[in-house]
């Protein structure tokens, strides 16, 4: 019996008192707020006849649920669930009857039930509230026949198939009452009693089945096409791409799968509708708060078998519940029981059916990664973190605390200021003691061995291993399919946190003097930093608003900054704003020298031996860090945190996981924030997240269940997509060049322009320029916009643009174009120029006129520029200021390659160019886009 199964008894699935009684306050997890959507997991577990009396309009003609009723009545030994009677009822079918059974779920949806899908998922994204709900069903009553909320909600749940379970949880949510604490009436941890003196279970945690939503995704033939990207990935052996060019997941496909002990008799991903996902999780406070109070932690599945370029958006994620408390998880492990068991499920092989062929197969699906936050890997592998001697989950280097202090930091060569003639006593960062799957391991079993509590804690103290309890300490996840997880190298440092959350903050409060009371020649005195804050606000409005969101001020409004701003501000304004600020250049190129580093990390193809040369990079950046900030002093301790130890093992990371674009957890805050900003509930806040989650979860299933992308999908903003839009228009010739309105249609340019607009074309036919430009067309149509096609930029020319007339917009008229220019050698070589686009000209060329040779005919796309004076630098190599400008010229449009920045910094201009072939984070706007970092859809984009 599994340890699900312990806890069985504890599920409230379908329980009718508690779907019943709606005055009840804690046995009522998803029917507590009067203005907000009830709980489609309640409404779907209701008596239908309830529902039939109290709607007699409520049509429900599913030969499907007549089955399953069917069933239940004739089935009184072993009362069943709906679930259950569906994996039954699915169990028991052939190819046949699942193609028809296919057919006919999307043909049993009417157009008044599209209708009512459609508002339920209007009502919940848009977060309306019931009386508005109410007023626009009476407004529209006569063109839409909309259903209250109650019955749209008791017909999504029934048709999408996803029915959430409820556990016993402690009130404080130390753990979930499964397993071996199913019996347990008193919190080991909190000593709260599990049920109210009525008899009441006080606290419910809400679990949403994530098989029947994988089953789903085979349901749709464009999904079906989409989850074919792991089984068409093409490894090469020399570059990491994606999760399925590492280490550990083409170990897996060669090793057999292992569930509970049990070696099974087929290998991981030995079919090509196996599924690969990835565990991930994090905490985030709720209303806004910034310290303390109570707490969400969402636990999120990441489908890698979509393109990268999909797989974090919101409807592809699969969440199975939150964690919601107002305290942290002690028992972790005790949610995730329902998942463990799962995932047992599916390594066996769970009968699904597959649309695209009408047959049955047996779905495997196996979870080959866990990313998260520090903290929620150190709770996930049940590490002590920076409290014990060996913190790292990576290696066992040993922490040092300064004299007088309990706190442990861990640099690469130890204090010695106190003897300066005693031996070096160092780590070699090239050949660390890395941890293994199996030495962990036998250090649990160590620690499950020992006499006493105390020496217990001190072992682990000792390993790193936090221990709450002689029978369950180690990691809390990968417990039952023992094949996929390697503990010490599954849970690789994450980008976004190690980077942007952790050492870019602690570098810039170095460099504020504000770092543990640090001092030292690198500190930048505060009316400098005002200046660079006062830069950097001024830049906004030169940046195009695709790169960043509005920046705070960096001196005062520092927490508050995203990851994304952190990103953003580090790698691309402090090399232009803190030129020149340090009293000692060396701490100028160290900063330079991180950012070469975190821009190799984000590349979308690394090699092998880049990789190599990055281990280098990050060795010799760590020491010099040393060197500059912690000085082997013991007093300077401080500066030697975890997170920059951390940095040695982002290439281990890459290569045994996959790269750091594709392990990031920049779509985890996303989430967090789309939970966090539909949150209404201050008295119930839980019970609300709980019910965001399932209807999240329903909408996503009805979406591929049902066909009903089209229903379902977000709005489409104008120019977002990589196709051109109706309101653009697109040449022979220029097939990625979308111009946009305005457009000067009757625009006569001067006799300077035509003479620029000759020179260019005599390089093209040759003759004399005179001639040339005597023979341009008298009227060329002036463009103000155009868009780069295959997902680039927009840019607002010159004449477009309101800047000049003092309007407050941010500045995108700015483009990076390259031109071929002839070498020594009588070829040509390809240069990168910089400039501001004035207009998109259409240049007609009569056919008629022999000057213009093979040309005569077509249509031409003139792009005038004012080029800056930037010395032939490239701005995604080195650091490229713009000294000033040049005269107009006139090149081909299709020489411009991107949008660029700048950023104003004593009468300099810096050149901010995003076009580099690496990752990076973009605010997709959805329909459910909110402010902040944690609103931008994490995608990845390629130039």
């Known amino acids: 019996m599994s340890e699900h199964d312990l806890g069985q008894n504890d599920s409230k699935e379908m329980s009718p008192e508690l779907n019943t009684s709606l005055d009840a306050e804690a046995a009522e997890p998803g029917l507590h707020e009067s203005d907000d959507m009830t709980s489609s997991a309640s409404l779907s577990s209701e008596d239908p006849v309830r529902w039939a009396d109290?709607?007699?309009?409520?049509?429900?003609?599913?030969?499907?649920?007549?089955?399953?009723?069917?069933?239940?009545?004739?089935?009184?030994?072993?009362?069943?669930?709906e679930n259950e009677l569906l994996s039954r009822a699915l169990a028991e079918l052939d190819a046949a009857d699942a193609a028809e059974l296919h057919t006919h779920h999307a043909t049993v949806i009417t157009d008044e039930e599209r209708d009512n899908i459609r508002a339920f998922r209007l009502r919940f994204i848009a977060n309306i509230p019931r009386s508005a709900y109410n007023q626009m069903r009476h407004s529209f009553r006569h063109r839409i026949q909309l259903h209250s909320d109650w019955v749209i909600l008791y017909r999504v749940a029934r048709l999408s198939g996803v029915q959430p379970v409820w556990y016993e949880c402690c009130p404080n949510a130390c753990l979930c009452y499964l397993g071996e604490w199913a019996d347990t009436h008193l919190c080991p941890d909190c000593k709260e009693p599990r049920y109210s003196p009525a008899g009441r279970p006080r606290r419910y945690f809400c679990y949403i089945p994530f098989i029947p939503r994988l089953q789903a995704l085979f349901q749709s033939l464009r999904l079906i096409e989409l989850l074919r990207y792991r089984s068409q990935f093409c490894n090469n052996g020399e570059t990491i791409e994606d999760v399925f060019s590492s280490e550990h997941y083409q170990k897996l496909c060669r090793a057999r799968v292992v569930v509970d002990g049990e070696t099974l008799d087929h290998c991981h991903f030995s079919d090509p509708r196996d599924i690969a996902f990835a565990f991930c999780s994090d905490s985030y406070l709720l209303f806004q708060r910034r310290r303390n109070g109570p707490s969400g932690t969402p636990i999120l599945l990441q489908i890698l078998n979509l393109p990268p370029d999909v797989r974090t958006h919101l409807d592809n994620l699969i969440c199975v519940g939150v964690i919601g408390g107002p305290r942290q998880p002690k028992r972790l492990h005790t949610f995730l029981i329902p998942f463990e068991d799962e995932c047992a499920q599916l390594a066996h092989g769970v009968q699904t059916y597959d649309a695209s062929c009408c047959e049955l197969f047996m779905l495997h699906a196996y979870c080959i990664f866990c990313s998260g936050d520090i903290l929620a890997i150190q709770k996930l592998i049940n590490l002590r973190g920076v409290n014990a001697w060996v913190p790292c989950r990576t290696c066992r280097i040993r922490g040092v605390h300064p004299p007088g202090q309990k706190n442990f930091y861990y640099p690469l060569n130890l204090p010695r200021n106190q003897d300066p003639t005693a031996p070096a006593k160092e780590w070699d960062p090239r050949n660390l003691p890395l941890r293994t799957h199996e030495g962990l391991l036998a250090n649990i079993a160590e620690m499950r061995d020992v006499p006493t509590a105390k020496y217990r804690k001190e072992l682990g103290q000792f390993h790193g291993i936090?221990?709450?309890?002689?029978?369950?300490?180690?990691?809390?996840?990968?417990?039952?399919?023992?094949?996929t997880l390697n503990f010490a190298r599954s849970f690789p440092w994450d980008w976004m946190h190690l980077f942007c959350e952790n050492n870019i903050p602690n570098l810039v409060s170095l460099w504020m003097g504000r770092f543990s009371g640090l001092d030292g020649s690198y500190v930048i005195p505060d009316h400098i930093w005002l200046e660079i804050a006062d830069e950097t606000s001024k830049a906004v409005k030169t940046i195009p608003s695709t790169f960043v969101g509005v920046i705070p001020d960096i001196v005062y409004s520092r927490d508050v900054f995203t990851a994304d701003i952190w990103a953003f501000w580090f790698m691309y304004i402090a090399p232009i704003v803190l030129r020149g600020r340090f009293q000692d250049d060396k701490y100028y190129a160290h900063l330079c020298d991180f950012i070469d580093i975190m821009k190799v990390t984000l590349q979308f193809e690394t090699t092998r031996v880049e990789l190599e040369e990055l281990r280098e990079k990050i060795v010799l950046w760590v020491l010099q860090y040393e060197e500059y900030y912690y000085r082997y002093d013991d007093a300077r301790l401080a500066a030697c945190r975890l997170v920059v130890h951390g940095l040695l093992h982002v290439v281990d990371d890459i290569l045994y996981v996959g790269p750091s674009w594709a392990t990031w957890t920049f779509f985890i805050e996303r989430f967090c924030g789309s939970l966090r900003s539909a949150l209404h509930s201050r008295t119930k806040p839980w019970s609300n997240l709980d019910k965001r989650v399932t209807n999240l979860a329903h909408s996503a299933q009805l979406r591929a269940k049902y066909e009903l992308e089209d229903e379902l999908a977000p709005p489409v903003r104008s120019g977002t997509t990589s196709a051109p839009t109706s309101q653009e228009k697109v040449y022979p010739g220029y097939p990625l060049s979308y111009l946009r309105k305005p457009c000067l249609a009757k625009y006569e340019p001067g006799d300077d322009i035509r003479r620029r607009i000759a020179h260019y074309l005599v390089g093209l036919v040759g003759g004399k320029q005179a001639a040339i430009a005597k023979a341009l067309p008298q009227c060329m149509p002036a463009?103000?916009?155009?868009r780069i096609g295959g997902g680039g930029d927009v840019v607002r020319a010159m004449i477009a643009s309101r800047v000049r007339l003092g309007t407050a917009e941010r500045d995108s008229s700015y483009v990076r174009y390259e031109v071929l220019q002839p070498d020594r050698q009588g070829g040509d070589i390809r240069k990168v120029h910089y400039g501001q686009l004035q207009a998109v000209l259409e240049c007609p060329l009569d056919p008629l006129q022999k000057i213009w040779a093979d040309l005569g005919g077509n249509m031409l796309l003139l792009a005038l520029i004012t080029p800056c004076k930037t010395n032939d630098e490239d701005a995604t190599r080195e650091l490229t200021l713009c000294d000033g400008y040049r005269a107009q010229v006139v090149v081909d449009l299709r020489s411009i390659q991107a949008v660029v920045g700048r950023v104003a910094s004593r009468g300099h201009y810096g050149i901010i160019d995003r076009s580099g072939t690496y990752a990076r984070t973009t605010f997709t706007p959805d329909e459910e886009t909110r402010e902040g970092d944690e609103a931008s859809e994490v995608e990845l984009q390629s130039d």
């Open 783 to 786: 463009w103000g916009k155009v």
């Open 54 to 81: 109290a709607h007699s309009q409520q049509r429900d003609s599913d030969n499907l649920d007549a089955a399953l009723d069917f069933i239940a009545e004739e089935d009184t030994e072993d009362p069943w669930n």
């Open 466 to 483: 936090r221990c709450t309890s002689r029978d369950v300490p180690g990691p809390v996840i990968g417990r039952r399919v023992q094949s």
